[in-house]
RNA sequence: CGGAGACUAGUUCAUCGGUAGAACGCUCGCUUUGGGAGCGAGAAGCACGGGGUUCAAUUCCCCGGUCUCCGACCA
């Protein structure tokens, strides 16, 4: 992608009025662009880091045997009455076609799935059953906050397991969190497992906690790991010592990116979802649900991720490998060696930012690169002669490699 | 849904009763080139909407809208 051609530009000045340091800096980045209150759109940039996310998350997904589906937004208002939540889930959007009919715009996807899988399963032989969408989600927040962390409108990912019994399902369970670890592992987030409510469905929920000052919830864990909960079930007090000589519980604020909880036959009932066993006999189908904020995982990214100049991607979701920064390229001989360096990092499959604005300053183009958080920043200039400037995003080390070493550092990612 | 603040150029802000100004960005020319460069010229505004008060309203008052923040809420 050569920079001179890239949709969305990068601002030097804060956007007026936000405080959340995602907003700010995804806004002044190019990556968003604010529609409505907590409604964003996503400009090319945006859509790569967010489309990377998606990818880890359903790679994960697809290893933990989830097949994956995409349910309608616009939903059946008649399922809604049947689960009592047309009138009970606060935040639902609610919208009315020209015929007076209405529908539920999708806030979560029970009230589809469950009549859907009720459709096409009957015996004992078709579970478990693993399915999840990556979708958008629609909620009617009081109040929508800091940036894309609590949106009206949000990218998510849900998934939904069905079990003939109890057992079956806490064994999933458990998968389950092996796969939340690994995902926010692979997003270079550090996600404390938290023991939470579990709402009117269930006694018991587990939610993935990132440690940020813009988190809305609040944990108390030991910072051996052994020992989380969300400060609105704990009984255990800020400063207690660890059982396990791990020191005192601390009390931290943290954003919540992932939540796991049983449904057990919540939706079951409501749907008569049932299966028949070895017996012949009907039974109630177990049931799991699982979430998590895509979106939202990106604007806690940079809220774990950035210093006082921009944005510090992890390798694993950056928008790009490589920001290629041409200086003096005025010079042809210069420009031409950029352009070739440009062409054979494309070859290579290197995806690489190419920064080809000519009469624009050294400080500006620096400037963007610390923004926008690119992980190895390259310059070539009529000082670099034949070689090339290389500098991590998160590091202060510059050094002068040449192609092939790039290529190699590069490839591995 | 309560409370507070804001709304003027693409963006960030100034003007605070007399029909609008800067910086950045943008366009053109020249000059520059290692941390958001310099000079010159130019384009760009129904001052959120609607009512009042006034000879005169972007400015004061009222109603509405939108955005942000603080609370409440968050299956």
């Not at 097949?67 to 009592?84: R, V």
């Not at 397991?161 to 998968?175: A, I, L, N, P």
Request: with cysteine; net charge negative.
């Amino acid at each position: 992608m050569k920079y001179s051609k890239l949709f969305g530009k990068t601002s030097k000045t804060d956007p007026k009025d936000e405080v959340s340091v995602n907003a700010k800096l995804l806004m002044r980045g190019g990556f968003i662009r604010k529609e409505v209150a907590g409604v964003y759109n996503f400009l090319p940039l945006g859509l790569i880091v967010l489309t990377k996310i998606a990818n880890i998350v359903r790679e994960e997904m697809n290893n933990a045997g989830g097949q994956e589906i995409l349910l309608t937004a616009l939903q059946n208002k008649s399922n809604w009455q049947k689960t009592g939540r047309w009138d009970s889930f606060d935040a639902l959007f609610k919208v009315e076609s020209r015929y007076e009919a209405e529908y539920a715009l999708g806030p979560t996807h029970e009230e589809v799935l469950v009549p859907l899988v009720k459709q096409l399963i009957s015996s004992y032989k078709d579970l478990p059953l693993s399915l999840y969408q990556i979708q958008t989600k629609f909620r009617d927040e009081p109040r929508a906050k800091s940036g894309i962390l609590r949106g009206r409108e949000f990218l998510m990912k849900d998934l939904y397991s069905f079990h003939s019994d109890e057992g079956d399902f806490d064994k999933y369970y458990k998968v389950m969190k092996k796969t939340y670890r690994e995902v926010f592992k692979r997003c270079g987030l550090d996600a404390i497992e938290t023991k939470a409510g579990g709402g009117s469905f269930s006694k018991f929920s587990h939610e993935y906690q990132v440690i940020a000052e813009a988190g809305e919830d609040e944990i108390i864990y030991c910072p051996g790991g052994d020992f989380s909960e969300n400060v609105e079930i704990t009984e255990v007090k800020e400063g207690k010592e660890c059982d396990l000589g791990h020191g005192p519980l601390k009390k931290v604020k943290v954003i919540e990116v992932g939540n796991i909880f049983p449904l057990k036959t919540r939706f079951s009932e409501a749907f008569d979802l049932t299966f028949k066993d070895k017996n012949g006999k009907d039974q109630l189908v177990v049931m799991g649900c699982y979430g998590i904020g895509i979106s939202r995982l990106m604007g806690t990214i940079v809220e774990v991720h950035h210093d006082e100049r921009g944005i510090i991607w992890p390798e694993s979701v950056a928008p790009f490998q490589v920001h290629l920064v041409g200086l003096d390229l005025e010079n042809p001989d210069v420009k031409d060696h950029a352009e070739k360096v440009y062409a054979e990092l494309q070859k290579e499959k290197i995806e690489v930012l190419f920064d080809d604005r000519e009469n624009t300053s050294a400080g500006e183009k620096f400037a963007d690169c610390d923004l926008i958080g690119i992980p190895y920043r390259v310059v070539i200039s009529k000082k670099t002669e034949d070689k090339l400037e290389i500098k991590k995003r998160s590091e202060k080390e510059i050094k002068f490699i040449t192609l092939p070493e790039l290529i190699k550092i590069t490839a591995s990612n």
